[in-house]
């Protein structure tokens, strides 16, 4: 598989990518905008963040001085910090976002990052009309994680492990490509269409409803 090429990566305070493809998609960023819990771990890690993005609480002294031109405070505490990168990204119009470093570590960090995976793109849909459409990823040291909020196609290779999770109750799936037959299954728990591989170089998801979160392995 090879890395997404964005023009926009976040990278949230989760576990640092230490895959090839993660950090081969944070080298190709034509922008990178950081967490600010995660500056600390981009810069040992040999990176530069074009911006610091957060409520700047997890900054040291010395990160606070080093940046204190790509600081973006945003004190409110209803969303977390990558929420409040991905919402920057989006007021600047940078609709084609990757993100990493937001599994690891905590684990009701990493659910909560995968929940607001899913608001991400339906926001970027809303503007499909007037920008061209939009995309985002989230990149883990194992695989992608893909918010599918329509029907659509993956790229794939035999014997990729797949897993889906339906967002929402009740959402029915049909799968082609996959080596276990979905006719129109309906998910009522998120384990239901989990653990799955592809048989080919591409699979399709068609239903109604969702959103889904679709998990490709590397």
């Given at each position: ?46 990176f ?45 119009g ?13 684990e ?72 276990y ?9 998120w ?28």
């Open positions: 598989m090879n890395p997404p090429r964005s023009k926009c990566v976040i990278v949230a305070n989760g576990m640092f990518p230490s895959h090839p493809l993660p950090l081969a998609a944070l080298r190709a960023a034509r922008r990178v905008v950081c967490c600010d819990g995660a500056a600390e771990k981009l810069a040992a890690a040999g530069e963040p074009d911006w610091v993005v957060g409520d700047l609480d997890s900054l040291s002294d010395a990160s606070r001085a080093r940046y204190r031109d790509r600081l973006v405070a945003v004190p409110e505490q209803t969303s977390n910090d990558l929420a409040k990168a991905f919402r920057f990204c989006f007021e600047q940078w609709h084609d976002v990757v993100i990493v470093g937001a599994t690891g570590l905590r009701d960090h990493t659910l909560g990052n995968l929940a607001w995976l899913v608001d991400f793109a339906q926001a970027l849909h809303a503007l499909d009309s007037a920008h061209g459409g939009g995309r985002v990823v989230l990149l883990t040291d194992t695989g992608i994680f893909t918010p599918a909020l329509a029907s659509m196609e993956f790229r794939s290779h035999a014997g990729q492990q797949v897993s889906i999770f339906a967002c929402e109750p009740g959402v029915q799936v049909y799968a082609e490509g996959l080596k037959a979905l006719e129109g299954v309906s998910f009522t728990r384990w239901q269409a989990t653990l799955n591989a592809s048989l080919g170089e591409a699979f399709k998801l068609v239903f109604e409803g969702g959103p889904l979160l679709v998990f490709q392995t590397y």
